[in-house]
């Protein structure tokens, strides 16, 4: 399972935090709103160059005390989607995985040994040999 580059992370909040957060993304670190699928709870993704960043979530009720404060989790590209499910299997690792809706985009999540939720995107137009 080929790891290419950082491709975002996630940060959870409350409703209440998600405008002082997009506004430091968007104000003082230059990121721009852009393009979200359908998903149940307030947010936004933050681009630079034409690439989301940043994906802020609203989906706490307070806000975040776990282990990695509001670091929800880390996403890398990935390449090979066939080959990492055969790779965690075959290793025991276990997985989650979950289609982005109306995005050409696939998700395969794993844990890191300190708990941190650790994702693999993978693009589906790449996976069907169609080089975006």
Not at 13 to 36: I, Q, V, W
């Amino acid at each position: 399972m080929p790891v290419s580059a950082l491709h975002h992370y996630t940060l959870r909040c409350t409703e209440s935090e998600l405008d002082a957060l997009f506004e430091f993304y968007t104000k003082h670190m230059g990121l721009t709103n852009g393009p979200r699928p359908v998903i149940p709870f307030p947010g936004y993704w933050l681009y630079s160059q034409g690439q989301p960043i940043v994906h802020l979530a609203a989906f706490l009720d307070a806000p975040a005390d776990s282990h990695t404060g509001p670091l929800d989790h880390i996403s890398f590209r990935a390449h090979g989607l066939a080959q990492t499910r055969a790779y965690l299997s075959a290793k025991g690792i276990p997985y989650e995985e979950a289609p982005v809706p109306g995005w050409p985009l696939h998700q395969v999540f794993v844990r890191d040994p300190k708990g941190l939720k650790v994702e693999l995107t993978f693009s589906l137009e790449e996976e069907a040999g169609h080089k975006s």
